[in-house]
T-cell receptor, first 117, second 114 residues
Framework: EAGVAQSPRYKIIEKRQSVAFWCNPI?????LYWYQQILGQGPKLLIQ????????DSQLPKDRFSAERLKGVDSTLKIQPAKLEDSAVYLC???????????????FGAGSRLTVL | KNQVEQSPQSLIILEGKNCTLQ??????????LRWYKQDTGRGPVSLTI?????NTKSNGRYTATLDADTKQSSLHITASQLSDSASYIC?????????????FGQGTTLQVKP
């Protein structure tokens, strides 16, 4: 089974520039998540999709971050304009469905490391 | 407020030794608790998942325990290997109706030295 694919793996930009990250989840996984992980901290949920609908985007800084999952498969996370504090690893994860089941394991991608100068 | 606290923040042990990582949580309504291992530069990988009724679960040299009464969990690593060097993240699932949230701890960084 292919894993969660993310690109690019690394990106360095200057503040106020824009950047986009791409995620292709495991085939058949309905739920897709974007997490922000700042160095030394646990991942923080930015947005959760169920198919192509948004389930939770309460912690997404909507003035600069946007995400879409148009066909219910792959997803794009965009930051525009970037700030210094956006330097982090952006993790994409997917699971079969969301529900009260211990079998719903999240599979994470390797992440996209963003450095904002 | 839903919170997951892990201790210690970091730990250094010698290869072959055992260690125990702690996780305390205040999450409601509790659904399950997961331990993830995150190697440097990689995404987290699931080690164990425990529901309310389970108090221990093993995955090779990793054994997780759960005390739902005291809201504590531990991850015990036996006979550590250099490859165990990683960050270990405790994640608690809170589910209400058809919605759910995963609350992540900040992780414990383990370094195994030869």
């Amino acid at each position: 089974e292919a894993g969660v694919a993310q690109s690019p793996r690394y990106k360095i930009i200057e503040k106020r520039q824009s950047v986009a990250f791409w995620c292709n989840p495991i085939s058949g996984h309905a739920t897709l998540y974007w997490y922000q992980q700042i160095l030394g901290q646990g991942p923080k949920l930015l947005i959760q999709f169920q198919n192509n609908g948004v389930v939770d985007d309460s912690q997404l800084p909507k003035d600069r971050f946007s995400a879409e999952r148009l066909k219910g498969v792959d997803s794009t996370l965009k930051i525009q304009p970037a700030k210094l504090e956006d330097s982090a690893v952006y993790l994409c994860a997917s699971s079969l469905v969301w529900g009260d089941s211990g079998a719903n394991v999240l599979t994470f991608g390797a992440g996209s490391r963003l450095t904002v100068l | 407020k839903n919170q997951v606290e892990q201790s210690p923040q970091s730990l250094i042990i010698l290869e072959g030794k055992n260690c125990t990582l702690q996780c305390n949580y205040t999450v409601s309504p509790f659904s399950n608790l997961r331990w993830y291992k995150q190697d440097t530069g990689r995404g987290p990988v699931s080690l164990t998942i425990m529901t309310f009724s389970e108090n221990t679960k093993s995955n090779g040299r990793y054994t997780a325990t759960l005390d739902a009464d005291t809201k504590q969990s531990s991850l015990h690593i036996t006979a550590s290997q250099l490859s165990d060097s990683a960050s270990y993240i405790c994640v608690v699932s809170a589910v209400s109706g058809n919605t759910g949230k995963l609350i992540f701890g900040q992780g414990t960084t383990l370094q195994v030295k030869p």
